[in-house]
């Protein structure tokens, strides 16, 4: 549609400022977060910011991260590293791991890719790749099929990819000396998980892995959540048992004929309190009507 220039004239600069404002908004809320680092065995680190927890591995070797969050965090994650063993040369990770593509757990790559190699699965590349605002460093330049050993800090940090999940990308790492794993998004502690359908997630394959990473690791085991505080198998166990109730429950209603709307409206029994910001009780069934 054509607009005169007086309509311009008032259109424009009204769209202009409301692109500052939510601009100014965004680093506004960037600004108030704060990194918190939690030491939690020999060269394994955990932090905590805005988007993804961070995986760290700090020490001899220098420093590797898993995942970065979003990108006006950079500068605070490098400033929390410097405080790590591994940055009496440099605070700039030499690796960094993407366990899946989505932008809160990529979005510093641009930062740090500059001076590390960046790691994931091969649909990583594709789908970041794909992306026209994805600078060539923010790109990974290993990728694998199936996983990747890397021998660092005294320990064995071992990637695996377990097929479709949260997405068609995701990697578990695990730090074998350590006895700590990280999940990425396979994993939100206590709250419904968000499985990217249209990027190749699967609800079944969602459960499926979380069962063979519990099959992997012990009551010592310290885990990593994509989102949510440092955990433990227990409570990996009931967020299994949840993903359990919840794709029992659902096959049974689309087996009875129930639509979306009345599965909605039943609800998932127990489980209630899990709903959280991103992901209602009504957006995780929807996930599940869809997924199964």
Known sequence: M????????????????????????????????NIK????????????????NIGVSSGEDGILIIDDQFAPLAEKITAA???TPGAKSSAMPRYIINTHYHGDH??????????????????VLKRLQNDEKTASAA???ITYEQGINIRFNGDTIKVVHMGPGHTDGDSVVFWQQANVVHMGDLF??????????????SVIGYRDNVAAVLA??????????????????????????????????????????KTLEQMTADGIADYKSWGWQFISEEKWIETLYKGL
């Open 139 to 141: 790109l990974p330049v």
């Open 2 to 33: 054509n607009k005169s220039p007086r309509l311009l004239s008032i259109w424009l600069p009204s769209l202009l400022a409301l692109s500052f404002l939510s601009l100014a908004a965004e680093d506004d809320r960037f600004a108030k977060v």
């Open 81 to 83: 590293l410097a405080s």
């Open 188 to 201: 939100f502690k206590d709250r419904f998980p968000y499985i990217d359908l249209e990027a190749g997630g």
């Open 106 to 123: 990529t979005g510093s790559n641009g930062h740090f890719g500059v001076h590390g190699t960046i790691m994931a699965h091969d649909n």
């Open 37 to 52: 680092s939690t030491h939690l065995n020999a060269s394994a680190w955990l932090f905590e910011g805005a988007g993804g």
């Open 216 to 257: 992997m690791i012990d009551d010592k085991t310290q885990v990593i959540p994509g989102h949510g505080e440092l955990a433990s198998k227990t409570d990996l166990l009931r967020f299994k048992h949840m993903l359990d109730t919840s794709i029992n429950w659902a096959k049974a209603a689309k087996a009875q004929g």
